[in-house]
T-cell receptor, first 113, second 115 residues
């Protein structure tokens, strides 16, 4: 099994629908992240969490929310999806050291029609 | 604020040719530096990282990168490219000693390898 598992891998939805992307990890890491990838823009940070009680906004958090249900689980929600949220979403984890070597999931491709 | 620039959006090389992907960063001190690779339909895999010490670092798949403080660069190199190296490559920086614990990514360089 993968160290970082994302579900679903692909999702097509309609404008206004609520969507949840889930992430679970077996690395035992406290730190978890959600990134968004758009062609030509690289990866941009949406939210990050350093432990179950610690949630922080990244650079593009508007329109998104997260839930850290346990050390191993970190979910990203789009309360009312819009077409410009069509993107590839990555969950990642890292150790507690400052070096932040990220381990990524395989990605969740979301299309909002 | 940290930023990362990858000047080349797309590079095409012939199999067996040498490769250099450029990365420049903006940061007030020496950051942590990373190169990640993303194959089609895959997540990002760490190629190599620089934390301190020897400025020439070796990574997986025959890649290496050199940290040049004077040029604020961390270019990725490979002496002989294989067709399987076709992928997108991302440079990233992290703040040394920061409690924020996040990475800043460049926009990526897409590598095409001709047979």
């Amino acid at each position: 099994d993968a160290d970082v598992t994302q579900t679903p891998r692909n999702r097509i939805t309609k404008t206004g629908k609520r969507i949840m992307l889930e992430c679970s990890q077996t690395k035992g890491h406290d730190r978890m992240y959600w990134y968004r990838q758009d062609p030509g823009l690289g990866l941009r940070l949406i939210y990050y969490s350093f432990d179950v009680k610690d949630i922080n906004k990244g650079e593009i958090s508007d329109g998104y929310s997260v839930s850290r249900q346990a050390q191993a689980k970190f979910s990203l929600s789009l309360e009312s999806a819009i077409p410009n949220q069509t993107a590839l979403y990555f969950c990642a984890t890292s150790e507690n050291s400052g070096a932040n070597v990220l381990t990524f999931g395989a990605g969740s491709r979301l299309t909002v029609l | 604020a940290q930023s990362v620039t990858q000047p080349d959006i797309h590079i095409t090389v012939s199999e067996g040719a040498s490769l250099e992907l450029r990365c420049n960063y903006s940061y007030g001190a020496t950051p942590y530096l990373f190169w990640y690779v993303q194959s089609p339909g895959q997540g990002l895999q760490l190629l190599l990282k620089y934390f301190s010490g020897d400025t020439l670092v070796q990574g997986i798949k025959g890649f290496e990168a050199e940290f040049k403080r004077s040029q604020s660069s961390f270019n990725l190199r490979k002496p002989s490219v294989h067709w399987s190296d076709a992928a997108e490559y991302f440079c990233a920086v992290g703040a040394r000693g920061s409690t924020l614990g996040r990475l800043y990514f460049g926009r990526g360089t897409q590598l095409t390898v001709w047979p």
